[in-house]
């Protein structure tokens, strides 16, 4: 395992979410990195292959390469992060969507049954996050089990949302909508604890 200390962690977490906010601007330079980001970059990469959705992990981590750098328990907190921030935005917008005009009532109930999953998703990634920010040496396993065990539950709540939605028949362009932005979250928090996984086995 690779020392960091939990303030470093705690900062750079707190970095990551203030940054997500401007992650889509494409605003990115072009031209040669330096050696050290080439370095950054390669081991986000490597470390995204062995995860479900590699395209999708190493594009939603690159953009935090310089605060990553090569140290794996930092990587897997940006990726619980990241997680935290998609997840809280879908909530947001499905409660949005569930205010609708034209919804049938039980469209509005599975959508505020998604949110409510949703919100069990948010607690479940913030004790994982907070439980990281305190890794030692001394308490590598206790933690990490409980990161997986929490990630997990968070996964499953993320499926019984989409699976509960995919049961009725709203209008096709919000049940498109929920579902995109459900198997997206799904997607993160399952690259998340492929990475937590492989950080527990290290």
Known sequence: MEAISPKHLMTSLVIIIASSLTAHCGCAKRGGERPYKEANTLFIRTSCSSTTYPRLCYSSLVKHADLIQTNRVVLTGAALNVTLA?????????????????????????????????????????????????????????????????????????????????????????????????????QLTSNALALINKLANS
């Open 86 to 186: 998609s997840v809280k935005s879908t909530s947001a917008m499905m409660s949005t969507l569930a205010k609708k005009q034209g919804l049938k009532p039980r469209e509005v109930a599975a959508m505020q049954d998604c949110v409510e999953q949703l919100s069990d998703t948010v607690d479940e990634l913030r004790r994982s996050i907070a439980e990281m920010s305190d890794l030692r040496a001394s308490n590598f396993e206790m933690i990490m089990s409980d990161v997986q065990t929490w990630v997990s539950a968070a996964l499953t709540d993320e499926t019984t949302c989409n699976d509960g939605f995919q049961e009725i028949t709203a209008a096709t362009d919000i049940k498109s909508t929920v579902r995109r932005l459900v198997i997206q979250v799904a």
